[in-house]
């Protein structure tokens, strides 16, 4: 599975930025897809992901401002920033989960796509 994320860039404070993930599997084949964002001089955290069933999760710094949204036609999960704040200025991460067997899990992940934000 090959994951490649695209739309990082320059973004003003308050506006938008849409960061698109194009996996090379089936989306339904996966558990969840979603995003990791990694701040300046910070561990990486969790940002969003959408299920099998499409019910998509936010972490709380993005609740309310972020949209995250499968395009099966298309193969890829995108997510649109809006109400871009200072802080989510970093490299943002896709990764999507399988079942490999019964037991196990694999995780696979994209390279990252940076976004920065201008006051």
């Known amino acids: 599975v090959q994951l490649v994320e695209s739309g990082g860039g320059l973004v003003q404070a308050g506006g938008s930025l849409r960061l698109s993930c194009a996996a090379s599997g089936r989306l339904v084949d996966f558990i969840d897809m979603g995003w990791y964002h990694r701040a300046p001089g910070k561990k990486r955290e969790w940002v969003a992901r959408i299920a099998r069933d499409d019910t998509s999760y936010y972490a709380d710094s993005v609740k309310g401002r972020f949209i995250l949204a499968r395009d099966n036609a298309n193969g890829t999960v995108n997510l649109l920033m809006n109400h871009v704040k200072p802080e989510d200025i970093g490299v943002y991460y896709c990764?999507?989960?399988?079942?490999?067997?019964?037991?196990?899990?694999?995780?696979?992940w994209g390279q990252g796509t940076q976004v920065t934000v201008s006051s």
């Open positions: 990764y999507a989960r399988e079942a490999a067997s019964e037991h196990r899990i694999n995780t696979f």
